[in-house]
C-alpha cells in the first residue's frame, strides 16, 4: 500500500485548506482511513478517521465541526477539508490505513502510512 499526502502549505489563521491523500497498491474496501497531525515536540495526535466503505467519521474535538474527512472511491482518494484553522493547528499530517479493528483514535492501529504534509497556520 502507497500512500501520497498532499495539500499543505501556509495559510493565515481562519482560513483552509484541502488535503489530499492518494492510495495505491491495494482495494480499500474493508478498511479504515485516517488523518492524524506531530507538531514539534509532540505526540502525534488523532484528527479524523473514517471506514472507506461507510457512512461514519470521528472526530476529536479539537477539530470537530471545523474539518471534514472525505473519500472518492473512483480516485482511491481521501480527503481532509480544513476551515477555520488556527496557529494551534500548525503541524505536519499524515494520512494512514488501518487493516485491523482496533480504536480509530490510535496510530498504533494503523499499519500504512504517507509521508506527511506540512500545514502552517500563520496568526
Known amino acids: 500500500v502507497q500512500l501520497q499526502a498532499s495539500g499543505g502549505g501556509l495559510v493565515q489563521a481562519g482560513g483552509s485548506l484541502r488535503l489530499s491523500c492518494a492510495a495505491s497498491?491495494?482495494?480499500?474496501?474493508?478498511?479504515?482511513m485516517g488523518w492524524f497531525r506531530q507538531a514539534p515536540g509532540k505526540e502525534r495526535e488523532f484528527v479524523a478517521a473514517m471506514w472507506w466503505r461507510g457512512d461514519g467519521t470521528y472526530y476529536p474535538n479539537s477539530v470537530k465541526g471545523r474539518f471534514t474527512i472525505s473519500r472518492d472511491n473512483a480516485k482511491n482518494t481521501v480527503y481532509l477539508q480544513m476551515n477555520s484553522l488556527k496557529p494551534e493547528d500548525t503541524a505536519v499530517y499524515y494520512c494512514?490505513?488501518?487493516?485491523?479493528?482496533?480504536?480509530?483514535?490510535?496510530?498504533?492501529?494503523?499499519?500504512?502510512w504517507g509521508q506527511g504534509t506540512q500545514v502552517t497556520v500563520s496568526s
Open positions: 494512514a490505513v488501518s487493516t485491523s479493528y482496533g480504536d480509530y483514535d490510535q496510530p498504533t492501529t494503523y499499519s500504512y
Open positions: 497498491g491495494r482495494t480499500f474496501s474493508n478498511y479504515r
